[in-house]
């Protein structure tokens, strides 16, 4: 996996988020185990939680194209601080898989990697 490139797609993902509020420009880049990539950025709304997470975006492309085995995700965002994923997009991604790779980059080359079991131990599923 080339991670450069993957965190270039967030990157690339992040110029296009629509963030009048908040001003923070996140783009995620989901590669699937057949090779594709899948991009997503944030996309907020005058009534806050109709918004959306970069994350989400991408992974929602991706199952809606039925390519639903995840090699690694890639989370973009400038800024001070890492952008790690919020709670409810680590309950998403828990949904998929429980063993995803995420690099977590604030800028090209400086990014921490943690796995979605690591993030979110504890997932709450549901069975009937
Ligand atoms: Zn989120």
């Given at each position: 996996?080339?991670?450069?490139?993957?965190?270039?797609?967030?990157?690339?993902?992040s110029?296009?988020s629509?963030s009048?509020y908040s001003k923070y420009k996140v783009?995620?880049?989901?590669?699937?185990?057949?090779?594709?990539?899948?991009?997503?950025?944030n996309?907020e709304?005058?009534?806050?939680?109709?918004?959306?997470?970069a994350?989400?975006?991408?992974?929602?492309?991706?199952?809606?194209?039925?390519?639903?085995?995840?090699?690694?995700?890639?989370?973009?965002a400038e800024g001070?601080n890492?952008p790690?994923?919020?709670?409810?997009?680590?309950?998403?991604?828990?949904?998929?898989?429980?063993?995803?790779?995420?690099?977590?980059?604030?800028?090209?080359?400086?990014?921490?990697?943690?796995?979605?079991?690591?993030?979110?131990?504890?997932?709450?599923?549901?069975?009937?």
């Open positions: 996996m080339d991670i450069k490139k993957l965190i270039n797609a967030a990157k690339e993902a110029a296009r629509y009048p783009g995620a880049a989901l590669l699937t185990k057949d090779g594709n990539i899948y991009t997503g950025t996309i709304n005058a009534s806050f939680p109709a918004g959306m997470c994350e989400r975006v991408a992974l929602f492309e991706a199952i809606k194209n039925g390519d639903d085995q995840f090699e690694a995700l890639a989370i973009y001070d890492f790690f994923p919020c709670g409810i997009c680590r309950q998403v991604i828990s949904e998929f898989t429980r063993d995803l790779n995420i690099i977590i980059a604030r800028s090209e080359n400086d990014y921490v990697i943690k796995n979605i079991s690591e993030l979110l131990p504890d997932t709450f599923e549901f069975s009937i």
